[in-house]
Protein backbone atom coordinates (compact mmCIF):
# COMPACT_ATOMS: atom_id res chain seq x y z
CA UNK A 1 0.00 0.00 0.00
CA UNK A 2 2.80 2.20 0.98
CA UNK A 3 4.65 1.35 -2.63
CA UNK A 4 1.43 2.47 -4.47
CA UNK A 5 1.07 5.54 -2.24
CA UNK A 6 4.45 7.02 -2.94
CA UNK A 7 4.44 6.12 -7.13
CA UNK A 8 0.59 8.47 -6.67
CA UNK A 9 2.27 11.44 -5.41
CA UNK A 10 4.76 12.10 -8.01
CA UNK A 11 1.88 11.09 -10.49
CA UNK A 12 -0.16 14.01 -12.47
CA UNK A 13 -2.99 12.85 -12.13
CA UNK A 14 -3.13 13.17 -8.01
CA UNK A 15 -1.43 16.46 -8.24
CA UNK A 16 -4.71 17.92 -10.96
CA UNK A 17 -7.47 15.13 -8.26
CA UNK A 18 -6.24 16.89 -5.61
CA UNK A 19 -7.63 20.84 -6.66
CA UNK A 20 -10.72 19.18 -8.31
CA UNK A 21 -11.75 17.04 -5.50
CA UNK A 22 -10.74 19.60 -2.83
CA UNK A 23 -12.82 22.39 -4.76
CA UNK A 24 -16.07 19.89 -4.78
CA UNK A 25 -15.93 19.63 -1.28
CA UNK A 26 -16.24 22.81 -0.23
CA UNK A 27 -19.11 23.45 -2.84
CA UNK A 28 -20.66 20.94 -1.08
CA UNK A 29 -19.91 22.04 1.98
CA UNK A 30 -21.24 25.54 1.38
CA UNK A 31 -24.21 24.08 -0.24
CA UNK A 32 -24.86 22.24 2.70
CA UNK A 33 -24.55 25.47 4.99
CA UNK A 34 -26.68 27.37 2.89
CA UNK A 35 -29.33 24.52 3.22
CA UNK A 36 -28.79 24.95 7.18
CA UNK A 37 -30.00 28.50 6.57
CA UNK A 38 -26.12 29.93 7.74
CA UNK A 39 -26.77 33.82 7.73
CA UNK A 40 -24.88 35.19 4.93
CA UNK A 41 -22.98 37.84 6.42
CA UNK A 42 -21.81 35.27 9.15
CA UNK A 43 -21.21 32.77 6.26
CA UNK A 44 -18.49 35.53 4.88
CA UNK A 45 -17.05 36.32 8.04
CA UNK A 46 -16.80 32.00 8.79
CA UNK A 47 -15.46 31.55 5.19
CA UNK A 48 -12.88 34.64 5.32
CA UNK A 49 -11.74 32.88 8.64
CA UNK A 50 -11.24 29.53 7.00
CA UNK A 51 -8.92 31.41 4.72
CA UNK A 52 -6.81 32.77 7.43
CA UNK A 53 -6.85 29.57 9.12
CA UNK A 54 -5.60 27.99 6.19
CA UNK A 55 -2.63 30.30 5.67
CA UNK A 56 -1.38 29.17 8.99
CA UNK A 57 -1.91 26.09 8.47
CA UNK A 58 0.05 26.38 5.36
CA UNK A 59 2.87 28.20 7.02
CA UNK A 60 2.89 25.31 9.76
CA UNK A 61 2.81 22.46 7.44
CA UNK A 62 5.54 23.92 5.09
CA UNK A 63 7.95 24.75 8.12
CA UNK A 64 7.64 22.05 10.18
CA UNK A 65 6.33 18.96 8.28
CA UNK A 66 8.00 19.25 5.30
CA UNK A 67 11.10 20.96 6.53
CA UNK A 68 10.37 18.97 9.98
CA UNK A 69 12.06 15.63 11.19
CA UNK A 70 9.11 13.37 9.76
CA UNK A 71 11.26 11.56 6.67
CA UNK A 72 8.26 10.60 4.74
CA UNK A 73 7.10 14.09 4.37
CA UNK A 74 10.56 15.60 4.14
CA UNK A 75 11.43 12.88 1.31
CA UNK A 76 8.55 14.30 -0.38
CA UNK A 77 9.75 18.09 -0.10
CA UNK A 78 13.07 17.36 -1.00
CA UNK A 79 11.99 15.95 -4.39
CA UNK A 80 10.13 19.36 -4.92
CA UNK A 81 12.96 21.10 -4.38
CA UNK A 82 14.84 19.25 -6.49
CA UNK A 83 12.60 19.17 -9.64
CA UNK A 84 10.20 22.57 -8.84
CA UNK A 85 8.54 21.89 -11.98
CA UNK A 86 7.73 18.45 -11.23
CA UNK A 87 4.34 16.91 -9.66
CA UNK A 88 4.97 15.95 -6.31
CA UNK A 89 2.17 16.62 -3.88
CA UNK A 90 0.08 15.27 -1.11
CA UNK A 91 -1.75 11.97 -2.30
CA UNK A 92 -5.39 13.95 -3.42
CA UNK A 93 -7.30 12.20 -0.42
CA UNK A 94 -5.29 13.34 2.53
CA UNK A 95 -6.52 16.94 2.36
CA UNK A 96 -10.03 16.07 2.55
CA UNK A 97 -9.04 13.65 5.75
CA UNK A 98 -7.63 16.87 6.92
CA UNK A 99 -11.15 18.29 6.40
CA UNK A 100 -12.88 15.97 8.39
CA UNK A 101 -10.41 16.55 11.25
CA UNK A 102 -11.17 19.90 11.11
CA UNK A 103 -15.03 19.49 10.55
CA UNK A 104 -15.03 17.15 13.78
CA UNK A 105 -13.47 19.56 15.84
CA UNK A 106 -15.54 22.66 15.32
CA UNK A 107 -19.08 20.89 14.85
CA UNK A 108 -19.13 20.73 18.57
CA UNK A 109 -18.88 24.13 19.37
CA UNK A 110 -20.00 26.21 16.40
CA UNK A 111 -22.45 23.55 14.75
CA UNK A 112 -22.31 21.63 11.51
CA UNK A 113 -23.26 24.85 9.33
CA UNK A 114 -20.49 27.27 10.73
CA UNK A 115 -18.30 24.22 10.87
CA UNK A 116 -19.05 23.77 6.97
CA UNK A 117 -18.61 27.31 6.13
CA UNK A 118 -14.80 26.96 8.50
CA UNK A 119 -13.89 24.39 6.24
CA UNK A 120 -15.00 25.07 3.01
CA UNK A 121 -12.59 28.13 3.51
CA UNK A 122 -9.48 26.00 4.33
CA UNK A 123 -10.07 23.94 0.94
CA UNK A 124 -10.41 26.95 -1.33
CA UNK A 125 -7.46 28.29 0.39
CA UNK A 126 -5.49 25.08 -0.31
CA UNK A 127 -6.92 24.95 -3.89
CA UNK A 128 -5.60 28.60 -3.99
CA UNK A 129 -2.55 27.69 -2.80
CA UNK A 130 -2.02 24.78 -5.36
CA UNK A 131 -2.91 26.58 -7.83
CA UNK A 132 -0.45 29.87 -6.68
CA UNK A 133 2.38 27.07 -6.62
CA UNK A 134 1.75 25.88 -9.75
CA UNK A 135 1.75 28.98 -11.48
CA UNK A 136 4.81 30.35 -9.20
CA UNK A 137 7.19 27.61 -10.87
CA UNK A 138 5.62 28.22 -14.52
CA UNK A 139 5.19 31.62 -15.25
CA UNK A 140 7.29 34.32 -15.33
CA UNK A 141 5.48 37.58 -14.11
CA UNK A 142 5.91 41.29 -15.49
CA UNK A 143 3.85 42.93 -12.80
CA UNK A 144 6.14 44.21 -9.72
CA UNK A 145 3.92 42.94 -7.60
CA UNK A 146 3.88 39.63 -8.91
CA UNK A 147 7.08 39.18 -9.48
CA UNK A 148 7.88 40.22 -6.04
CA UNK A 149 5.18 37.67 -4.41
CA UNK A 150 7.00 34.45 -7.01
CA UNK A 151 10.34 35.82 -6.13
CA UNK A 152 9.58 35.20 -2.15
CA UNK A 153 9.17 31.98 -2.93
CA UNK A 154 12.22 30.94 -5.17
CA UNK A 155 14.10 32.33 -2.48
CA UNK A 156 12.79 30.02 -0.59
CA UNK A 157 14.33 27.00 -2.62
CA UNK A 158 17.49 28.91 -1.99
CA UNK A 159 17.29 29.28 1.36
CA UNK A 160 14.89 26.60 2.80
CA UNK A 161 14.89 27.87 6.19
CA UNK A 162 13.30 30.93 5.13
CA UNK A 163 9.72 32.32 2.99
CA UNK A 164 7.40 29.33 4.20
CA UNK A 165 4.31 30.83 3.34
CA UNK A 166 3.33 30.55 -0.50
CA UNK A 167 0.11 32.72 -0.94
CA UNK A 168 1.25 35.14 2.16
CA UNK A 169 4.25 36.54 3.78
CA UNK A 170 2.26 37.31 7.00
CA UNK A 171 3.57 34.45 8.61
CA UNK A 172 6.83 34.28 7.79
CA UNK A 173 7.17 38.50 9.13
CA UNK A 174 5.38 37.22 12.22
CA UNK A 175 7.47 34.28 13.03
CA UNK A 176 10.96 35.63 12.28
CA UNK A 177 11.51 33.51 9.27
CA UNK A 178 10.84 36.15 6.36
CA UNK A 179 14.40 35.87 4.26
CA UNK A 180 16.27 39.40 4.91
CA UNK A 181 18.88 40.69 2.49
CA UNK A 182 22.38 41.42 4.19
CA UNK A 183 23.80 44.58 3.34
CA UNK A 184 27.52 43.84 2.18
CA UNK A 185 30.31 44.80 4.78
CA UNK A 186 31.97 47.01 2.34
CA UNK A 187 28.84 48.55 1.32
CA UNK A 188 27.79 49.20 4.88
CA UNK A 189 31.12 50.50 5.87
CA UNK A 190 30.74 52.97 3.01
CA UNK A 191 28.10 54.12 4.40
CA UNK A 192 29.22 54.63 7.56
CA UNK A 193 32.27 56.51 6.40
CA UNK A 194 29.80 59.02 4.58
CA UNK A 195 27.61 59.74 7.48
CA UNK A 196 30.46 60.23 9.45
CA UNK A 197 32.23 62.53 7.46
CA UNK A 198 28.89 64.56 7.03
CA UNK A 199 28.97 65.25 10.70
Known amino acids: ???FVNKLTHTRVNYWLEPVVDTALACVLLADAIRRHV?????ALIFLAGLFAFSFMEYVVHRWVFHGPLQAFA???AAHHGEPRGYDALPFFVPALVLAAVIGLCVPWAGPGDAYVLASGIAFGYVAYGICHFVIHRRRFRHPLLRGWAARHHIHHHH???NFGVTSALWDALLGTRYVRLRSHSAASARSAADTSTR
Do not use: I
Open 160 to 162: PGR
Open 75 to 77: RGH
Open 1 to 3: MSQ
Open 39 to 43: PAQVA
